[in-house]
């Protein structure tokens, strides 16, 4: 099956889950809580082939709001490959790198709009999460590699649009 993540193809099988094929081929798609449905920075949008995807988890529809859902939003930590066929996301790491190579001006009111739609789920979101039972052991490592992992990717992403790595090796972006 193909996988389109932002704008670089993949293969995926049955079964993977977004987040996994993301991080394989080290594409830019944040999970600081490894995946354990936490963070909520894994956020995707389905461009194409939605209905080739698992059905909404109860997690993503506790967490994702009315809006984001009608835009395609989906939670790769969550989100599994069940159908052959094309799939094209775009996550929200790489929203946000396009707007700031754009329009940066755009930037302030994505954030306050993804900050809203995050906001009118807390009581749902508190619900899940209050409900959960964690391998305390297994979150933590979880989480150590996701936010090292993350911050490798969000850190390539935006240095990938600058000139630094050419000016110097010690300049920081
Ligand atoms: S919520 Fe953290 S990776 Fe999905």
New binding site residues.
Partial sequence: MQITINNNQYEANQGDRL?EVARLNHEHIG???G????????YVKVLEGAELLSPLSEEEKAILSENLLKAGAR???QATVEKPGTIRVVSAVEEVRHLLETSPLELGGYAATMGWEALVKVPDTLRLQAGREFDLWQLLTDVIG?IGDAWQLVFSAFCGSCSCKEKSETTVC
């Fill in positions: 987040l999970y600081f809580c995946g354990n449905t936490i963070c909520q920075t894994c939670m790769a930590c996701g």
